[in-house]
């Protein structure tokens, strides 16, 4: 498979060629790994994932996207406004993965990571693997958020396996192929979870399928919460934003945590607990 034809085939997996928009939902759970101690069950979740394709000419693509993820009790499925964490025993405000948009520019010469991307093919399904290690600035330094950074490098890694049918993605006349992708990640401690100064990591896993119905694939519960509070996720993005405008949990929970400071949360200096709920201000 050519570049151009690798590119284009993973791209209508996950969106839709002709520029309409697609809506795709990702259940799963994520785990808290603390080191020589357990590995705990913080959360079930459930994420939104909107998407449209806007060609630009010779071979790229603006791959325009917002997500939301939201975590719920693993018992009840119920979307958390707090939690009590099982480490610390502190209950804590809960800070939901907004990000909007998350764009990115997809191109067969030139682009972030480029093609072909590794794929295998048995019988009829083809699978794309995508695994992306990211290193950069931390935005929430350990100096000025003690409680929110573990160090002043964000480190996570993002695994995908993008599965559909061989048959509609090799027909021409297919502009959307259905998509099935298992997705896992790892990395820091969440910022609300206020544990900057502990070991340990979060991995997600979860199952994402593209609904080729639209919005009637979600589920109830997280249509009607979505649509109540978080409207902007059921629809695609139609305005292009450059990159240096996409969000991501730290940089989102920055914004938060700058909010609360200036509201006279964490204490003397600032430098306390913004999040917590029984002992707000500390």
């Known amino acids: ?51 449209r394709l806007d060609y630009q000419g010779d071979g790229v693509w603006n791959f325009h996207h917002r997500e939301v993820l939201y975590y719920m009790d693993p018992k009840t499925g119920e979307i958390l406004d707090t939690w009590t964490n099982p480490v610390t025993g502190r209950t804590v405000e809960v800070l939901h993965i907004l990000n909007d948009p998350v764009n990115r520019i997809s191109k ?31 935005p929430i330094s350990r100096k000025e958020y003690p409680l929110h950074s573990q160090q002043d490098v964000y480190q996570s890694c993002e695994l995908w396996a993008i599965s559909s049918s061989l048959s509609d993605c090799v027909n021409p006349d297919v502009t959307s192929a259905p998509n099935h992708t298992a997705w896992a990640r790892n990395g820091m401690w969440l910022p609300f979870m206020e544990m900057g100064n502990r070991a340990g990591h979060m991995v997600y896993h979860s199952q994402s399928f593209k609904f080729m119905n639209g919005l009637d694939g979600l589920p109830k519960y997280v249509r009607d919460y979505t649509a109540k509070n978080h409207p902007q996720y059921l629809e695609a993005p139609k305005e292009w934003k450059g990159l240096s405008e996409n969000e991501n949990t730290w940089s989102y929970a920055k914004k938060i945590i700058d909010e609360k400071r200036e509201q006279g949360r964490g204490g003397p200096g600032g430098k306390g607990s913004v999040f917590g709920v029984s002992d707000a201000g500390m």
């Open 1 to 51: 498979m050519d570049p151009e034809t690798n590119l284009r085939t993973l791209l209508k997996i996950q969106a839709d060629l002709s520029g309409e928009g697609v809506i795709s939902g990702f259940g799963g759970k994520a785990w808290m790994w603390v080191p020589v101690e357990a590995n705990y069950l913080a959360f079930e979740t459930y994420g939104v994932g909107a998407t």
């Open 108 to 138: 067969v010469k030139g682009g972030f990571i480029e093609p072909p991307f590794d794929h295998v093919i048995v019988g009829d399904r083809i699978v794309f693997q995508v695994d992306v290690f990211r290193t950069k600035k931390n």
